[in-house]
């Protein structure tokens, strides 16, 4: 028996889901279309550069504050020079005519008076021997540095075993004057038969030696960064700045000089820092980014505030680029197995100087 009201077949036709929607709404009423509205002050919210967890092109630019190696100016001839050891031998001529003159005329006038200026000018020019015997061994000590860090970048570059030992026992002598090197040379004592190889000879005496006096380089260098950090900061004259950078840059060089057994004298030290400032004018100042210098001294804080601070932070890092040059300079090796310092050591407490720290 067949049902004559059943439904018969028949054929529908679907239409993509975007069709049906666009046609859903178009056949809607006016009222309930939503119109286009514009949108006004959107806050585009940047994240702040943490220089402690910095990406790639962050640590490129703090990587680039790192002065190059230093390395020692060769002697050779200028008509400064020249002109300097000219002048000084004039003025010297007429000091000497000076004061033949000075005697005679004392002489002349009271014998005894004579005889006392004679006395006082061979104690002036005993003094002055002296003095210019201090400053040619100074000058010979940090000359016999730069030469002995050349002849260790050799020996341990060729692997010469005799050439390394000769370096070794030269540094062994110039650290028997340092007592935080004890441990190390008696330990090169005992040991100084059972390396043959002279790459690993060097190596070690870098690690036993100069690793002690490298930490107290590197605690010299972030003090004196922080004293110049915070005088700066505060003080109320640029030319108070400008002397203080200038007097706790001199004080450092001098100091980590003596720390490594240099002991350079006055003119030992006039040239030593004017090798540190010719480098550092060579490779280039203290260059930061906007971002790291907005991370540096904080986006809370007042305008002129923060302009202080990021001040004081900059003459720190700039005093810590002329420590790190310096350290080049007086090391007597050069930087093979320990890891030379960077301005990442010490730019995290500079920063909590200027008032940001890691949350």
Do not use: C
């Not at 004293?227 to 100091?255: C, H, M, N, Q």
């Amino acid at each position: 028996m067949t049902d004559q009201n059943s439904r018969k077949p028949a054929a529908f036709r679907l239409d993509p889901a975007p069709a049906a929607e666009t046609r859903h709404a178009a056949s809607a009423p006016k009222s309930q279309v939503r119109r286009p509205t514009a949108i006004k002050d959107v806050a585009v919210i940047t994240p702040a550069v943490d220089v402690f967890d910095a990406d790639d092109a962050v640590a490129n630019e703090l990587d680039a504050l790192t002065p190059p190696p230093a390395l020692a100016r060769k002697s050779r001839f200028s008509f400064a020079s020249l002109f300097t050891g000219a002048l000084g031998i004039l003025v010297s001529l007429a000091l000497g005519l000076w004061a033949d003159n000075l005697i005679r005329t004392l002489f002349e006038r009271a014998p005894w008076l004579g005889w006392l200026a004679l006395a006082v000018a061979f104690l002036a020019a005993f003094a002055l021997v002296g003095i210019v015997l201090r400053e040619g061994l100074a000058l010979r000590r940090l000359a016999s540095v730069q030469h002995l860090r050349e002849e260790a970048a050799r020996a341990s570059e060729g692997n010469d075993s005799r050439a390394a030992k000769a370096v070794v026992g030269k540094l062994v002598a110039i650290a028997e004057t340092l007592p935080p090197t004890a441990k190390g040379r008696a330990l090169l004592h005992d040991l100084r038969d059972e390396v043959i190889d002279g790459r690993d000879l060097i190596r070690l005496s870098e690690t036993e030696l100069l690793r002690p006096l490298d930490r107290q380089a590197r605690d010299m260098i972030l003090a004196a960064a922080k004293r110049v950090s915070i005088v700066t900061a505060v003080s109320p004259r640029a030319l108070v700045d400008i002397g203080y950078v200038v007097f706790e840059s001199a004080r450092l060089i001098r100091r980590l000089s003596e720390l490594y057994g240099g002991r350079p004298g006055t003119l030992g030290f006039l040239r030593l820092t004017r090798n540190v400032i010719a480098h550092l004018a060579v490779t280039g100042t203290v260059a930061m980014g906007d971002s790291i210098i907005q991370q540096l001294v904080g986006h809370g804080l007042a305008a002129k505030l923060s302009a202080r601070l990021g001040e004081g932070v900059i003459n720190g890092l700039m005093t810590a680029r002329i420590g790190i040059s310096a350290m080049d300079l007086v090391r007597p090796f050069p930087f093979n197995a320990e890891r030379r310092p960077n301005i990442g050591d010490f730019i995290g407490d500079l920063a909590r100087i200027g008032g940001t720290k890691k949350e």
